[in-house]
Structures are given as structure tokens and as C-alpha cells.
């Protein structure tokens, strides 16, 4: 008797919640249909298709990206230093190095870049719309980034996003030089 009366009970809750699977959509008016998924597939956003870059947004600094043409193995930067340059893969691509180069003004004034160095890894900035997290952000002597170029800046292998300035602190005023080069390095998001 005390099996009959359980059963009964369980089946007027069912039919009082709805019997259908939890997976099964509702389809009466009024009623919340529960979420469905279907098992073996993942849900993904939709993936931002890759642009050319043609802004920066970073910590606080706010520029516009212009293509630069190397002469040689040499890129240059735009002369604007509010302005930074872009070389290589665009931003948001499946692999390869996303490139941007700009200008440090020696009295810590006037350039986009001149506190690059400052930026804390962990920061989420974008270029043209795509979402970049910084991973590493070191000095590199000069000597240093010329020998590390083409693995710095590959366009195959996983994407990143490089960013590529002189540091502000190695300035020698005698010389009119910078001894370094701050390189922030992030992955897309």
C-alpha cells in the first residue's frame, strides 16, 4: 500500500511540474521554456572577424593605427606621435603577430606611448573593436629586440598583439637616444 501511495503521489507532482525532460522545450503560453542544449555541442560566441587596425585603446591612451611599410628590416613609426603605426597580421586573426609601433617624446609629453611601460599585465584594452588582455610588459634593449625580431614578431604561431616603443626611462639627454625598447606583448580575447 505504502508503494501504490508513493507512486501516486510522484505522479500527481509530475504531471502538476510537467512531466516533460528538463531538456525538452516548453511549449505552453506562459511557461518559461527551460534552456536547451544539445549534448556534444559547445556554445561559443561569435567570433569577431579580423580587421585592419585603425584605433588603439589602452590604459588610457587613445590612438589612431596607420599601416607602416618597412624599409628594408626596418619599420618606422609615423611621424605624429600621437599616431601608431601597424605592421603585419590584422588585428584579431587566427595567428601570427599583430604589430604597432609609436613614438616616446624624451620629456614624458606629446607621444601615445610615453608611458607604455606603466601599463600592469592583466590590463584589457582593444584595437579596432578586438579585445586584447596584456600578458608581459618588459624593457628590451635594443641589441636584445633586434636578435629576438623574428620569433617577436612571427606571423605564424599563436595571435598576439605587440606593442613596440622606446622606454621613456632610458633617455640620455647627451646623446639625444633612448637605450631601450619597451615591448608590451597581449593575447586577444
Known amino acids: 500500500m505504502r508503494r501504490l501511495l508513493t507512486g501516486v503521489v510522484l505522479a500527481a507532482a509530475l504531471s502538476?511540474?510537467?512531466?516533460?525532460?528538463?531538456?525538452e522545450p516548453s511549449s505552453s503560453v506562459g511557461?518559461?521554456?527551460?534552456?536547451?542544449?544539445?549534448?556534444?555541442?559547445?556554445?561559443?560566441?561569435?567570433?569577431?572577424?579580423?580587421?585592419?587596425?585603425?584605433?588603439?585603446?589602452l590604459f588610457g591612451v587613445r590612438a589612431d593605427v596607420v599601416p607602416v611599410v618597412p624599409v628594408g628590416t626596418t619599420l618606422t613609426p609615423p611621424s605624429d606621435p600621437l599616431e601608431l603605426g601597424w605592421w603585419g597580421r590584422k588585428?584579431?586573426?587566427k595567428q601570427?603577430?599583430?604589430?604597432?609601433?609609436?613614438?616616446?617624446?624624451?620629456?614624458?609629453?606629446?607621444?601615445?606611448?610615453?608611458?607604455?611601460?606603466r601599463v600592469p599585465v592583466?590590463?584589457?584594452?582593444?584595437?579596432?573593436?578586438?579585445?586584447?588582455?596584456?600578458?608581459?610588459?618588459?624593457p628590451m634593449s635594443k641589441k636584445v629586440l633586434a636578435v629576438r625580431s623574428?620569433?617577436?614578431f612571427s606571423q605564424t604561431g599563436r595571435p598576439l598583439l605587440v606593442v613596440v616603443t622606446c622606454l621613456l626611462s632610458s633617455y640620455d639627454p647627451a646623446t639625444g637616444e633612448y637605450a631601450k625598447n619597451d615591448v608590451l606583448i597581449a593575447r586577444p580575447l
Open 31 to 57: 511557461e518559461a521554456a527551460p534552456y536547451h542544449v544539445t549534448p556534444g555541442v559547445a556554445l561559443r560566441p561569435k567570433p569577431i572577424p579580423a580587421v585592419r587596425p585603425t584605433t588603439f585603446d
Open 122 to 138: 592583466g590590463t584589457i584594452g582593444r584595437v579596432s573593436g578586438v579585445r586584447y588582455q596584456v600578458i608581459r610588459n618588459v
Open 150 to 152: 623574428p620569433h617577436l
Open 96 to 117: 601570427g603577430v599583430t604589430l604597432l609601433i609609436g613614438h616616446t617624446v624624451h620629456t614624458g609629453h606629446g607621444g601615445a606611448l610615453d608611458h607604455l611601460d
Open 16 to 23: 502538476a511540474c510537467g512531466s516533460r525532460a528538463a531538456t
Open 91 to 93: 588585428a584579431g586573426s
